[in-house]
């Protein structure tokens, strides 16, 4: 008899339900997705997660790995090995994705060494967003499936080199998001919340043009006439030297973000 696999009915552990793995259980949860098994260590976090979701939530990462067939680690790069290791006897041919920046594949398939490992890298409005993923040397065609479910359809495969560009888009989430506020804060007279919202309204007009192949520049020419206030104002940024400075900004992140060997 051929058993298949239907990740619809899989039970999905997320080790280390932090900012990031709350918002794949919500993703999941939003998804009718119910077979779900949180971990941390705080266990009033734990409590207000299983509340929250009404899902199972345990501090022991063994358990929960034990009883899943999927297992998605989100726990800070610095914790990953330690948690690899405890988990590393149960995860055999199970599907183990790592969500964390700065570990390979390879690092993580010298412990976990008979599981299929891959790596996504994703922000924190997981579906909504385009989630960059790696598969590893033992992970077959129907795990891109999961990592699609999980993550939105509109995950993309990558070189394993690339998934550090895309956490910086991750990163630039919350900065895109903070500038706003000081130029909001900035604003004399319209009240914050009206004007979030048409930044919100504006953002989708970006993002719009984004999606169908405008590129920034393109869209700034459009904005950008002779003599208007956006142009001279890109060129005082420029001649402050902001725009070197948020480049050199990405390097060095995406630098870090690189595993090291
Ligand atoms: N946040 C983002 O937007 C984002 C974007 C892209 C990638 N990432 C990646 O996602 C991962 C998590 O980042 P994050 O920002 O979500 O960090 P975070 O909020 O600190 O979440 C990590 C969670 O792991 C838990 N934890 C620590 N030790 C554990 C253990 N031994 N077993 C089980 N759980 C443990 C912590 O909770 P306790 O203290 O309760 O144990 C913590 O809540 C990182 O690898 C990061 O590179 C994050």
Not at 7 to 18: F, K, N, P, Q, Y
Not at 118 to 139: H, K, N, P, Q, W
Request: hydrophobic share 40%; proline share 2%; charged share 25%.
């Amino acid at each position: 008899m051929v058993i298949v696999f239907r990740v619809e009915d899989s039970t999905i552990a997320i080790l280390g339900a932090g900012s990031l793995g709350t918002r794949v259980i919500d993703a999941l949860y939003q998804r009718g997705h119910r077979n779900i098994i949180a971990t941390r260590t705080n266990r009033e976090r734990l409590e207000e997660i299983r509340q929250q979701f009404r899902t199972e939530t345990t501090a022991n990462n063994v358990d929960a790995t034990e009883k899943s067939d999927v297992v998605v680690m989100a726990v800070k790069p610095y914790r990953l090995e330690d948690v690899c290791q405890e988990i590393a006897y149960v995860t055999r041919e199970k599907l183990v994705i790592s969500l964390a920046a700065a570990r390979s594949i390879a690092q993580i398939e010298a412990i976990l060494n008979a599981s299929r490992v891959c790596r996504v890298m994703t922000g924190i409005f997981v579906a909504d967003e385009i989630a960059a993923y790696t598969l590893g040397s033992r992970c077959t065609t129907e795990d891109a499936g999961v990592i699609r479910y999980i993550f939105g359809d509109r995950a993309k495969e990558v070189k394993e080199d690339a998934l550090a560009d895309r956490t910086w888009i991750a990163c630039d989430t919350g900065l895109i998001a903070k500038a706003i506020e000081y130029q909001i804060a900035a604003l004399p007279e319209l009240q914050h919340d009206e004007a979030r919202r048409m930044y919100g309204a504006t953002l989708e007009g970006i993002a719009k043009q984004f999606q169908r192949g405008m590129t920034g520049h393109e869209i700034f020419s459009a904005v950008a006439g002779p003599g208007s206030f956006t142009g001279k104002l890109h060129e005082s940024l420029q001649d402050a030297g902001v725009y070197e400075k948020l480049m050199d900004c990405v390097k060095r992140t995406v630098e870090a973000c690189k595993p090291k060997t």
